[in-house]
């Protein structure tokens, strides 16, 4: 799969944007603030629909449109997938709303015709990086659980709506136990919403499961070679609800030592997970929350067996993450048959000169590539001559 034209309309700094993309590496070279950054962030919200910079979308509609009282910013990405060419437009609508406010509206058109995010994400696929990223490793477990959210829903059918579906199933069990909490009342009321946390919860478990077993594995490899074979990757996986039994009278114990669910089946995940709902019922209701499921699992980095959230060097973790970035990018050719546009913003500062060609290396082999930098001294020569070279400058694209 790979990008052929990309066209903006108020997005960011970008008031008009309309540019070919070739099928290959392309550089994208200016001073900051010039909107570099800005056409990678475009390019993967036409993949997840939504922003690695920001949680609000309507900070993405151009400023000075956004003045007006009906504003719309519009990215429309042409492309290949197999042998068919596809269309597929986001619509970003600022639109009056009470008295002197503004609500924001979505519309997805995929090929002309509209439809739902969740049957269109995961149709045209796209990687990122950007530094502010590196919040994966060093943030809090939701920053986590949303990149592995958003790389799943790119590459596995239905799991946006099944993650939907299950937000929806907490929410309601949430209030219900808020309300159990205050006023009592009888306990059986949870269980259809223990049913449905179960269902949809236990298919985010074992997708969950899954793509962290694969993905490390692609990672590691790669990891190791960016490090001259002196690191050795590991990701791991800690659901709130561990769907592996553990041997009767065992206490559960935090151990950094790997752990193989992955023989594990979804009616397996399932049922048990029902079964420790009904056991904690009596705490939960006590607490007014849900405190078990896949909304409040944890996912750690370790490097020969250290923990890179908390005691990771800034190289180190930059070094992680890349090496994450470029696992996703063969992961998704693996899982969809499809490479998906590898996105790096400033992907070489922080990086000593041998990781610096060890990753260029990585980066031609993929099927497309968007980078930007502020320095081309950063690149080698032979590098330049084969990538294309475009200047960013005041919202305008030249060179192409």
Not at 208 to 235: C, D, G, S
Not at 312 to 335: C, D, H, I, N, P
Request: net charge neutral.
């Amino acid at each position: 799969m790979f990008l052929t034209h990309l066209s903006l309309t108020n997005f960011r700094n970008f008031a008009r944007l309309d540019i070919d993309i070739p099928r290959r590496v392309v550089l994208l070279v200016g001073s900051n603030s010039q909107g570099k950054t800005s056409i990678l962030e475009a390019i993967y919200f036409l993949a997840a629909f939504t922003s690695m910079q920001t949680h609000l979308d309507r900070q993405l509609v151009n400023f000075i449109a956004a003045r007006q009282e009906l504003a719309v910013a519009r990215l429309v990405a042409e492309y290949t997938r197999g042998p068919t060419a596809h269309k597929l437009e986001v619509r970003l609508i600022l639109e009056p709303s009470g008295v002197n406010g503004q609500r924001l509206r979505k519309e997805i058109l995929l090929d002309g015709v509209k439809r739902p995010l969740s049957e269109v994400i995961g149709h045209f696929n796209a990687v990122i990086f950007i530094p502010q990223m590196m919040q994966i490793i060093e943030g809090g477990p939701e920053e986590r659980r949303r990149h592995l959210n958003l790389a799943l829903a790119q590459t596995i059918p239905a799991y946006a709506r099944t993650l939907n579906e299950y937000g929806q199933a907490l929410t309601q069990r949430n209030a219900l136990l808020k309300l159990l909490n205050e006023r009592g009342g009888d306990a059986s009321q949870l269980d259809p919403w223990d049913a449905n946390l179960a269902s949809s919860g236990a298919q985010i478990i074992l997708a969950r499961i899954q793509a962290v077993q694969e993905i490390e594995k692609l990672a590691a490899r790669v990891h190791f070679e960016l490090t001259h074979r002196q690191e050795v990757l590991r990701l791991n996986y800690l659901p709130a609800y561990d769907p592996l039994p553990r041997p009767h009278g065992q206490i559960a114990m935090l151990l950094n030592e790997p752990v193989d669910r992955g023989k594990l089946t979804l009616e397996e995940i399932q049922q048990d997970f029902l079964r420790r709902l009904q056991e904690v019922r009596s705490e939960e209701i006590a607490r007014g929350m849900t405190t078990l499921g896949p909304h409040r699992d944890e996912l750690r980095f370790l490097s020969n067996g250290i923990d890179l959230g908390d005691y990771g060097s800034r190289g180190q973790v930059r070094t992680t993450l890349l090496a994450l970035k470029l696992a996703e990018v063969e992961w998704m050719k693996k899982r969809t048959g499809q490479w998906p546009v590898l996105l790096l913003d400033e992907v070489l500062a922080e990086l000593d000169i041998q990781r610096r060609v060890d990753l260029l290396a990585y980066i031609e082999k993929s099927e497309q590539a968007l980078l930007t930098t502020t320095d081309m001294n950063l690149f080698a020569p032979g590098f330049i001559e084969r990538v294309k070279v475009w200047r960013v400058e005041d919202g305008k694209v030249s060179g192409q």
